[in-house]
């Protein structure tokens, strides 16, 4: 059974610091790997996506994948109090269903 | 960009009643949808998939005859709780790959919160 893990928190960050989110999955067949951010009583949002290993740059966001570690990590710089919410991690192969961790909950402190 | 959009965005009703969600894909065309569930502090749980054409692929432990999936068009599934009851009080909420800006991702609509007295 496909597993993605991801520590529940609260992650408590001071604003203008570094939020650092991790995220281990179990299918080493996973192809694809997103971090989505989930606002209270909203739909999930997608922040980025990554395939390759490595890092990958979005604005205030990069996300690194390991594959051999099986390990996916979000990096939020310059955090803001309007990025406090749940950080969902996924994976999936393929145009399948996405296989969620249970979230890690950001609060950044003004 | 992929727009999911779904129908009604909450919804309360007693329990024993059916609740029709809607979901449509509005600037792109859907073979295949997903349908999750999401209770308070929860992550997402993928209930079904949802084929147009054809039957749903119901997940392990999810009653295919209490939540009735029907995908006729490319655009639209709709998912009927029956007779739903209070522990299916949830976020249900759908999605859909579509393709946006060079990238190929699942998009989310925005969720229906059902709440059953």
């Known amino acids: 059974q496909k597993e993605v893990e991801q520590n529940s928190g609260p992650l408590s960050v001071p604003e203008g610091a570094i939020a650092s989110l991790n995220c281990t999955y179990s299918d080493r067949g996973s192809q694809s790997f997103f971090w989505y951010r989930q606002y209270s009583g909203k739909s999930p949002e997608l922040i980025m996506f990554?395939?390759?290993?490595g890092d990958k740059e979005d604005g205030r966001f990069t996300a690194q994948l390991n594959k051999a570690s099986q390990y996916v990590s979000l990096l939020i710089r310059d955090s803001q109090p309007s990025d406090s919410a749940t950080y969902l991690c996924?994976?999936?192969?393929?145009?399948?269903?996405?296989?969620f961790g249970s979230g890690t909950r950001l609060q950044v402190q003004p | 960009g992929a727009v999911v959009s779904q129908h009604p965005s909450w919804v309360i009703c007693k329990s024993g009643t059916s609740v029709k969600i809607e979901c449509r894909s509005l600037d792109f065309q859907a073979t295949t949808m997903f349908w999750y569930r999401q209770f308070p502090k929860q992550s997402l749980m993928l209930m079904a998939t949802?084929?147009?054409?054809?039957?749903?692929?119901?997940e392990q432990g999810v009653e295919k005859d209490k939540f009735l999936i029907n995908h006729a068009s490319l655009t639209l599934s709709t998912l009927t709780v029956t007779s739903a009851h209070p522990e299916d009080s949830s976020f249900y909420i759908c999605?859909?790959?579509?393709?946006?800006?060079?990238?190929?991702?699942?998009?989310f609509g925005p969720g229906t919160r059902l709440t059953v007295l």
């Open positions: 996924a994976v999936n192969e393929g145009r399948r269903a996405l296989t």
């Open positions: 999605s859909a790959w579509g393709w946006a800006e060079s990238t190929d991702t699942q998009y």
């Open positions: 990554i395939y390759s290993n």
């Open positions: 949802s084929n147009e054409g054809s039957k749903a692929t119901y």
